[in-house]
């Protein structure tokens, strides 16, 4: 595929996951289940690749037992605070790379997740079908992306992702910061028992419509960065990222977005689906 500057990326994952330690053991734990379903079975003796690991948030969780083996790759900096973060965690290696260029031979990995990363690259279908490759025959791969929404709601992203994208990656975070309060009124308005005050939550959200809703301020900050500061945001639909699975030859597809217990008031929507290679046995 072409040469697409991917800078932008680069910087805005550096400065964010360099910037911000947010590690919430809980939560983390919480939502790497809620959006793999991946437990100590599926993981044991395993190699397994985190797919743009960022800070390696979810990257520690995956890689913490003895028999853990899990290589973390990201396009950014990020790679240097993952590697501060897992530092106790004999089984992780970390490799800077590209999604589009994948650093690893075909069959390498008997599971791959990739949460909200194929959604920032310039071709998240190319970056998926590259993933389904490495897996070996049997293997699992697990993807999140965000959704596809309403018109109205994708041409107010828009909008403001068209102005937030041309900001200098710092004056990006300088707003977020203001912005968190924003984020905290939306949660009260949210939570009113009145109806006429949910809606004015509703109108504020649609306004502010990246700002996030976390009930921590500092998580708050970096969510809002995360979806304001990157240059490529795709949303997709369900029969969208279902058809890369087909592509890709893989079976037994689960959506796993189906019934998910969200930690909180604030995690977004998105498109949750895992899949496996067909084996020998399977013919």
Not at 11 to 26: C, D, H, K, P
Not at 38 to 52: E, P
Not at 154 to 178: I, K
């Amino acid at each position: 595929m072409p040469n697409i500057d991917q800078n932008r990326t680069k910087t805005a994952y550096g400065l964010q996951w360099n910037r911000f330690r947010i590690i919430r053991t809980e939560e983390d734990e919480a939502t790497f289940f809620n959006r793999t379903r991946l437990g100590a079975a599926d993981l044991d003796g395993k190699l397994v690749l985190d797919a743009g690991c960022g800070m390696g948030r979810y990257l520690r969780i995956a890689a913490q037992g003895p028999q853990r083996r899990v290589i973390g790759m990201d396009l950014s900096r990020a790679v240097h605070a993952a590697r501060e973060l897992t530092a106790l965690l004999p089984g992780v290696s970390l490799v800077r790379g590209d999604l589009l260029r994948l650093p690893f031979p075909t069959e390498s990995f008997e599971v791959i997740y990739s949460l909200g990363v194929l959604d920032h690259t310039p071709d998240p279908r190319a970056a998926f079908l590259g993933l389904a490759r490495l897996l070996k025959p049997g293997g699992r791969l697990v993807v999140w992306v965000y959704e596809k929404e309403r018109p109205a709601i994708e041409w107010m992203m828009n909008l403001q992702r068209a102005v937030s994208t041309r900001l200098p990656v710092s004056v990006v975070e300088g707003l977020c910061r203001l912005m968190t309060p924003v984020g905290g009124l939306k949660r009260r308005l949210f939570a009113s028992p009145h109806w006429i005050v949910q809606r004015i939550g509703v109108a504020l959200h649609l306004l502010t419509i990246g700002v996030s809703m976390h009930p921590d301020p500092e998580v708050r900050v970096c969510d809002t960065l995360d979806w304001y500061a990157p240059r490529f945001l795709s949303r997709h639909t369900h029969d969208e990222v279902a058809a890369w699975f087909h592509e890709a030859g893989l079976v037994d597809s689960i959506d796993l977005s189906r019934d998910q217990a969200y930690f909180h008031e604030g995690q977004g929507k998105g498109i949750n689906i895992t899949g496996r290679r067909s084996a020998p046995q399977d013919r």
